[in-house]
């Protein structure tokens, strides 16, 4: 559990390989994974990073449109409304870079 190692964990094998996350809470608490049934429990973690470090990391992460086969940090902004937040997919290649700028990770209640 991401919790408990905090740090993201490696894609479940036959899974989407990425691991999505939000910078907006908004998003995050209205997102609903079609694989879980809406009334199981639910868990919003907020992932507190070494801001130099992420910045460098998103200085070279790409726009989700036209990605396909780059092997990078994606980036969109579906269902975002503030312009300065946006939604990131990290690749198995970039868990080790993201995880190292893993400072702490807490619950967020709703």
């Given at each position: 559990m991401t919790?408990?190692?905090?740090?993201?964990?490696?894609?479940?094998p036959g899974s989407n390989s990425s691991k999505y996350l939000s910078e907006s809470l908004d998003k995050?608490?209205?997102?609903?994974?079609?694989?879980?049934?809406?009334?199981?429990?639910?868990t919003i973690l907020?992932?507190?990073?070494?801001?130099?470090?992420?910045?460098?990391?998103?200085?070279?992460a790409v726009d989700?449109?036209?990605?396909?086969?780059?092997d990078a940090v994606k980036i969109n902004y579906e269902g975002i409304s503030d312009p300065t937040l946006r939604n990131i997919g990290v690749p198995p290649?970039?868990?080790?870079?993201?995880?190292?700028?893993?400072?702490?990770?807490k619950e967020i209640d709703q």
């Open positions: 919790l408990n190692t905090k740090s993201l964990q490696p894609p479940t995050v608490a209205k997102f609903q994974n079609n694989g879980v049934t809406p009334e199981a429990d639910k907020e992932f507190v990073l070494n801001k130099s470090g992420y910045k460098d990391l998103m200085s070279i989700q449109i036209g990605s396909k086969g780059v290649s970039q868990l080790g870079a993201f995880n190292n700028l893993i400072q702490g990770v």
